[in-house]
């Protein structure tokens, strides 16, 4: 078990790391980051993550299951001049840290995270790359309207 854990915490600081370095000069304020850094950031993370799972014993199949969904979204939800096969919203809700290293591996997806997670060493970088959405959490009528705001 200790191994492991070395070999997580390992390949986690390779990660930000690496991260850290393909992020140099850019300033996250002015927008996200595009282009070919943004492309290698999410090879390596995704890779990376994969070997995490790994670390923990732990693996993933990702199946495509056909679904009429006629239904819920009309008789031409279909079209065939979609760009890509991809949502553009995956909603699941996790248990524990690994549950999002599975989700980025299947789906190399952004989440939305609590805003204090902007200022947490190597998480915030790592966040901040991969254009997640900083959402202040609060149960007050102005924190939801402001959720409200940032999401859309």
């Given at each position: ?55 923990c ?17 009309g ?24 549950d ?7 789906f ?21 790359a ?14 939801r ?8």
């Amino acid at each position: 078990m200790p191994t492991r854990f070395m070999l997580l915490l390992l390949s986690f600081l390779v990660m930000v790391f690496v991260v850290r370095v393909l992020c140099l000069f850019h300033d996250f304020e002015k927008g996200p980051i595009t282009g070919i850094r943004k492309s290698i950031i999410k090879k390596w993370m995704h890779y990376l993550s994969w070997i995490m799972l790994l670390i923990c014993g732990m693996r993933y199949e990702k199946k495509h299951i056909e679904f009429d969904y006629t239904k819920y979204l009309g008789p031409d939800y279909k079209i065939e001049k979609r760009k890509s096969n991809y949502t553009s919203t995956i909603v699941a809700n996790h248990v524990s840290w690994i549950d999002a290293l599975i989700l980025y591996c299947c789906f190399e997806c952004s989440f939305a995270p609590t805003k204090g997670i902007k200022d947490v060493p190597g998480v915030g970088v790592l966040a901040q790359a991969t254009d997640c959405i900083f959402i202040p959490r609060g149960s007050t009528e102005e924190a939801r309207n402001q959720t409200v705001e940032i999401v859309m």
